[in-house]
């Protein structure tokens, strides 16, 4: 893997090919990885895992039409055909009249920000292995658990480049941390499995892999003997550790890429009330050690913290520049990139701001509940909004958290669900989209 440096500088070759090839514009994304990680069950190291990768993307603009290609052969000799190959397919691609590079006097002029995304002490081997049997012993230690399906420890490190053929050049690094365990407990058909894991940039910013091994323990000996729960409407209330999707499938469907395909539950409610007052989901790319923080995005373009949601209203779309030539609006610096490819869209360090009520305070009056700590499949339709996903969790009842259940579902409408959304007080920071504990009235739970 190259250095944040040499991953701008071969990118700039790369650019520099692409023009004498004869492309009209291109750009050129770096993308390295580089991870260690080591598995340990029953006390015993069971993998000790090196991976390393690298890729270089080119995407050309010969008119309108483009063409995106990419290699893990850096040297000068494969950029150049890289690059010759990428102009021919150009030459034959089909014209978008969307296409092409963000605007140039909008491109990031400044030096970058600092976001200290980078650990300089890189855990060896063996570092690794005692956090992941530290995390395997405390779980192991919890009364119930019966079995381990293992403890890990990890830590990586990763470089990303983006040049452009009209102005900007930048590059970033950042490392990697991770602990997670999966403990089984309960004997036979009656056993239950569940996990915790935690990740950072900065191995200062984990909780004691002891303290990750205990919560996978007691999560997994919480989901013994679990009932069934009767069909029917009741208030449902979203674990922090799965509400963050509710948040993700807000994200996509404000993404321009998705309002100009008409394949969005939001189209036609720009700045319109969706959820209650006081609700307000934030933006924010440049959050010191944020799990997805950025200096820049997957344009080239500066990126800032923004409202996506205030007082409870829509403030406007997510979109990179094909996006907002195709609505007539100006990017949001809300592009990102894969190591291929065009430029997707989407948030970074997303999190729904948390309200005033403790979890206790927001179920007190639910009479009967169902708080949701897994979701399983992926029922949830991007057009219509509708939303319908198995689940296990725990049910409510006279506002207290009563015994485990399993093998329900909840079902609803996104924007209904929106609408009846309230947040607890208890929000989390160790994710790309963090949330407190969700409560969303109105639901239909179908169990017995």
């Not at 997957?298 to 030539?325: H, I």
Request: net charge negative; proline share 5%.
């Amino acid at each position: 893997m190259l250095s944040p440096s040499a991953a701008q500088d071969r990118a700039a070759a790369l650019i520099d090919f692409a023009r004498r090839a004869g492309a009209d514009a291109a750009d050129a994304v770096y993308s390295g990885e580089a991870s260690e990680t080591v598995q340990v069950r029953l006390g015993a190291l069971e993998e000790v895992e090196r991976s390393e990768s690298e890729h270089l993307g080119l995407r050309v603009f010969v008119g309108k039409g483009s063409a995106s290609i990419g290699s893990s052969d850096l040297s000068d000799a494969a950029l150049q055909e890289l690059a010759s190959r990428a102009v021919a397919m150009a030459r034959l691609a089909p014209e978008d009249a969307y296409a092409g590079l963000a605007p140039e006097e909008r491109l990031l002029r400044a030096d970058l920000p600092e976001l200290d995304l980078t650990d300089s002490a890189e855990p060896g081997p063996a570092s690794l292995r005692e956090l992941a049997l530290a995390a395997e012993d405390a779980a192991r230690a919890v009364p119930g658990v019966t079995n381990s399906e293992g403890a890990g420890a990890s830590a990586g490190a990763r470089s990303l480049a983006l040049v452009t053929s009209h102005g900007f050049a930048g590059a970033y690094g950042g490392t990697s941390r991770q602990v997670s365990a999966t403990m089984i407990a309960g004997e036979g058909s009656g056993m239950q499995r569940d996990y915790a894991w935690r990740a950072s940039h900065h191995q200062a910013d984990l909780p004691a892999a002891e303290e990750i091994g205990q919560l996978a323990g007691e999560r997994a000996v919480a989901r013994l003997d679990p009932g069934r729960v009767k069909s029917g409407p009741m208030p449902v209330v979203f674990d922090p550790r799965v509400g963050g999707s509710l948040i993700a499938h807000l994200a996509g469907a404000i993404s321009g890429n998705a309002i100009a395909r008409r394949a969005s539950f939001l189209l036609d409610k720009d700045l319109a009330q969706v959820f209650a007052k006081g609700i307000a989901i934030i933006d924010d790319p440049l959050r010191p050690r944020g799990p997805s923080s950025r200096p820049f995005d997957g344009e080239g373009l500066p990126v800032a913290q923004r409202k996506l949601v205030e007082d409870g209203r829509l403030t406007g779309w997510l979109m990179d520049s094909a996006a907002a030539r195709q609505l007539g609006g100006e990017p949001t610096g809300h592009a990102v990139r894969g190591a291929g490819g065009s430029p997707g869209v989407g948030a970074s360090n997303l999190h729904l701001v948390a309200g005033t009520m403790s979890v206790a305070e927001l179920i007190a009056d639910i009479a009967e509940g169902v708080l949701v700590t897994e979701l399983i499949g992926q029922g949830v339709n991007g057009v219509t909004g509708d939303y319908s996903r198995g689940a296990s969790g725990f049910r409510i009842v006279k506002g207290a958290i009563a015994g485990p259940i399993a093998e329900f579902t909840v079902a609803g409408n996104l924007l209904d669900m929106f609408a009846a959304l309230t947040p607890a007080n208890d929000l989390e920071w160790h994710r790309s989209v963090n949330v407190p504990t969700i409560r969303v009235d109105g639901m239909t739970v179908a169990g017995d």
